[in-house]
């Protein structure tokens, strides 16, 4: 079976279809781009598998598991964690305090060990914050730690947003538009983050983009979608050479 | 000391107690509204069932004072609970006067039902503390004044470390701010929202049992509800120490009014203040900005 597979997937609002019948398989380590013209319902197959929507039809499973099956908090113990294309932090949080945070599903002791900072209580919090410092060096936002998100450039919080993500120990990543908003620098810094984390960490991931060089670089397979529903899907070379993609986009 | 300042100092202690009590009740509408977005409006007829609650439980039923109490806290939790989980998440996505609605009309419900089962006539029920007094050089402190003093702050203390230092609590925090962000860290948003609304009405049938023997065991304790958004608003909405601060300032304000004032001015000086901070200062002494990000 495959790792993560999308079957006849269907999802409406009233009239409105946004995804028709999708069907795609993603193997485990590889990096999964989803591209598409807007209104193609990208974001809304991420929002399918985090439960965000509920799907019409089909359904979704990760190495077997019926995802589409369970309820929207028990997303992250299922081993899925995501980004979203308009970045939803805990604004008035620092950044350590978003990525512990993150941190929530790992048992910290009960409430009362807590309150009265028991040292079993302080022992799973200190393994929690060192897990959130091997992020924050990995993803190079150590002088931001003790600031608010709120007040932080855009790009930063982008990459906030992704450390957040890994702090929940992730085995699939979704990443919505991670480049959008990025300067080329920024962009070309995410692409080599992308590496780490398939490489050194073994975390799969899908990611829906619009940057067609940072696709070219870092996918290894991509997904054209159009009308929620396949397009053409491929090596990022196939995808971009195939004609129904190129009238999708040129509009021909 | 002179007899005036006795007066007035007496005055402020009284005003504290009271205060204290709508310090809670506010606390308990900021804890929802923080969590929810809904201000509740049936807050205060919680408070009053409780009191009926508590009242029957300890001349009816005959049980000690404090396993009362214990019960009554525990009814109150469970109803708020069940109007949460399957009343008000009915709800979630509609404008906020939705909810305004909703919990107006549970508020009228539950008059209508304490009214019916209980009839509507005021009535009292005897604590561990009622007519004892403490003396403190020469100001006169009725016990049950301390006792209203000492379970506001303990209930406060409480409540702070549940949120500051709990991961409950921190998740509480969290998901008022993210609900989205929250739900994908792993946290159960829905199951901690009707954890909130329990909460705030423990809190609820605490004040009851604490005001009844003050104001009497009667439909019109509701109104404690309007005071606490008087609170609310003087000490900035939306925020928990401005909830305290704005509670006991009313109390003060009230019980100073009702001497110093002309008649009549104690019952509306709540209102009055109300007013006057949303005219010159909307944002209240501890108010946070408002408006959210879109």
Same mark, same amino acid.
């Given at each position: ?252 | ?60 039923? @005959? &049980?000690?004072?404090?396993?009362? #109490? $214990? +019960?009554?806290?525990? *009814? ?6 069940? !109007?949460? /989980? ?121 004040? @009851? &049992?604490?005001?009844?023997?003050? #104001? $009497? +065991?009667?439909?019109? *304790? ?6 606490? !958004?008087? /609170? ?63």
């Amino acid at each position: 079976m495959s790792y993560l597979a999308v079957e006849h997937l269907g999802l409406q609002f009233g009239g409105l279809t946004a995804i028709r019948g999708l069907s795609f398989t993603v193997e485990q380590g590889e990096v999964f781009a989803i591209i598409g013209p807007n209104g193609a319902g990208k974001t809304s197959v991420f929002n399918v598998i985090t439960r965000v929507f509920e799907p019409s039809a089909g359904r979704v499973t990760l190495r077997d598991r019926e995802i589409t099956a369970i309820p929207r908090h028990r997303i992250a113990e299922a081993g899925i964690a995501r980004t979203f294309q308009n970045i939803e932090l805990f604004e008035s949080a620092t950044v350590i305090d978003n990525l512990l945070l993150g941190r929530h599903r790992f048992s910290h002791g009960n409430p009362l060990a807590q309150a009265l900072r028991l040292p079993s209580a302080c022992r799973a919090e200190d393994h929690s914050r060192g897990k959130v410092e091997e992020i924050i060096d990995l993803l190079d936002i150590s002088p931001y730690r003790n600031s608010p998100v709120a007040g932080l450039p855009y790009g930063v919080r982008k990459v906030v947003e992704i450390a957040r993500a890994l702090a929940t120990e992730p085995e699939l990543l979704l990443l919505d538009e991670p480049a959008s908003g990025l300067n080329p620098e920024e962009t070309r810094d995410l692409a080599f983050w992308i590496d780490d984390i398939k490489n050194d960490l073994g975390i799969t991931i899908v990611m829906v983009e619009h940057d067609m060089s940072l696709v070219a670089e870092v996918a290894d397979r991509v997904l054209c979608m159009n009308m929620g529903g396949v397009l053409a899907l491929g090596s990022p070379e196939e995808v971009r050479a195939h004609p129904d993609v190129v009238a999708a986009y040129l509009g021909v | 000391m002179e007899s005036h300042v006795v007066q007035l100092v007496q005055l402020c202690l009284n005003g504290i107690a009271i205060g204290a009590i709508y310090a809670l009740v506010a606390l308990g509408l900021v804890l929802i509204y923080k969590a929810t977005e809904i201000i509740n409006f049936a807050h205060g007829d919680i408070l009053m069932a409780s009191a009926f609650v508590g009242w029957g439980l300890i001349t009816i039923a @005959g &049980l000690p004072f404090w396993l009362a #109490a $214990l +019960v009554t806290m525990l *009814l109150a939790a469970a109803l708020s609970y069940v !109007l949460e /989980a399957r009343v008000l998440r009915v709800i979630v996505g509609q404008p906020q006067f939705a909810g305004a609605m909703l919990t107006l009309a549970l508020a009228f419900m539950l008059r209508g039902a304490v009214s019916m089962a209980f009839g509507p006539t005021s009535r009292t029920f005897p604590t561990p503390w009622t007519g004892q007094t403490t003396h403190l050089g020469p100001l006169v402190i009725a016990d049950l004044n301390l006792v209203i003093l000492v379970a506001a702050l303990v209930i406060t203390a409480l409540l702070f470390f549940f949120l500051r230092r709990t991961s409950v609590g921190i998740s509480v925090q969290a998901a008022s701010q993210n609900q989205l962000a929250a739900y994908l860290c792993g946290i159960p948003v829905k199951r901690l929202n009707s954890m909130v609304w329990a909460m705030a009405g423990a809190m609820a049938a605490v004040g @009851g &049992l604490l005001l009844a023997p003050i #104001a $009497l +065991v009667d439909i019109g *304790l509701w109104y404690v509800v309007l005071k606490a !958004l008087a /609170a609310l608003v003087l000490g900035g909405f939306g925020s928990i120490p401005g909830a305290i601060v704005g509670g006991l300032l009313i109390g003060i304000v009230e019980q100073l009014a009702g001497v110093y004032l002309p008649d009549g001015f104690k019952d509306v000086m709540a209102y009055l203040v109300l007013i006057g901070v949303l005219v010159l200062w909307p944002r209240g002494i501890l108010g946070e900005a408002h408006g959210r990000r879109v």
